[in-house]
């Protein structure tokens, strides 16, 4: 069974840094990876897709990238912004079950 | 982009009694998904439903508790039966739409 985990759980930096989340996952044979975002209380929003054909997805300050061989993916947001300020969850369906796994989320907070 | 449309989006229920969670989607798919979030917690999967075919469930979940309908290709409905103080949390509907996952708005229950 896919297992996906996320670090840090947590992370607080100061507006206009760099940063960069993990995740990966136990089973290499994925179709895709996505990265969402969850602000409290509200659904999911989708930030990046990426095939298992494909090594990175870029969508203005974010890029993700994808090695699955090793089962891993980053998430790196640049010059961040307080607006940035939420869960980020990593999700990857895989052959073999056809569903979505998603990791605990990485809590993030920007400081102005 | 996959549109689904999920209600309600929030309810307060008494323990003992059942809510019926409801996901409209745009267009035709295959597959749905329906995930629970517990407070703090990231997203676990609940069932998946075919159109035509019983649910199939997770470990831990079964179908007297999460009757799940899948009368057409573009409606599923989650039933939360005989609730109680444990069984609130977000619900979540999903589906795929070329490979790329999409999620309702979310069910916010409340079990008093």
């Known amino acids: 069974k896919q297992e996906v985990t996320q670090i840090p759980a947590a992370l607080s930096v100061p507006e206009g840094e760099n940063l960069v989340l993990n995740c990966s996952f136990t089973?290499?044979?994925?179709?895709?990876l996505q990265w969402f975002r969850q602000d409290p209380g509200k659904g999911l929003t989708s930030l990046l897709l990426?095939?298992?054909?494909?090594r990175e997805q870029t969508s203005g300050r974010l890029n993700a990238s994808l090695d699955k061989s090793s089962g891993r993916s980053t998430l790196y947001i640049a010059a961040s912004q307080p607006g940035d300020s939420a869960t980020y969850l990593c999700?990857?369906?895989?052959?073999?079950?056809?569903?979505?796994?998603f990791g605990a989320g990485t809590r993030l907070t920007v400081k102005p | 982009s996959a549109v689904i449309s999920q209600k309600p989006s929030r309810d307060i229920c008494q323990r003992g009694t059942s809510l019926t969670i409801q996901c409209q989607v745009d267009?035709?798919?295959?597959?749905m998904f329906w995930y629970r979030q517990q407070p703090g917690q990231s997203l676990t999967l609940i069932a998946t439903?075919?159109?035509?075919?019983?649910?199939?469930?997770e470990s831990g979940f079964v179908i007297d508790k999460f009757p799940i309908s899948r009368p057409n290709l573009t409606f599923s409905t989650l039933t939360v039966s005989n609730m109680s103080p444990e069984d609130s949390s977000i619900y979540l509907c999903?589906?795929?739409?070329?490979?790329?996952?999409?999620f309702g708005q979310g069910t916010r229950l409340t079990v008093v």
């Open positions: 999700a990857v369906i895989s052959y073999n079950n056809n569903d979505m796994r």
């Open positions: 089973d290499s044979a994925i179709y895709n």
């Open positions: 990426i095939q298992s054909s494909q």
């Open positions: 267009s035709q798919v295959t597959m």
């Open positions: 439903a075919n159109q035509g075919s019983e649910a199939t469930y």
């Open positions: 999903s589906t795929y739409r070329e490979s790329e996952a999409f």
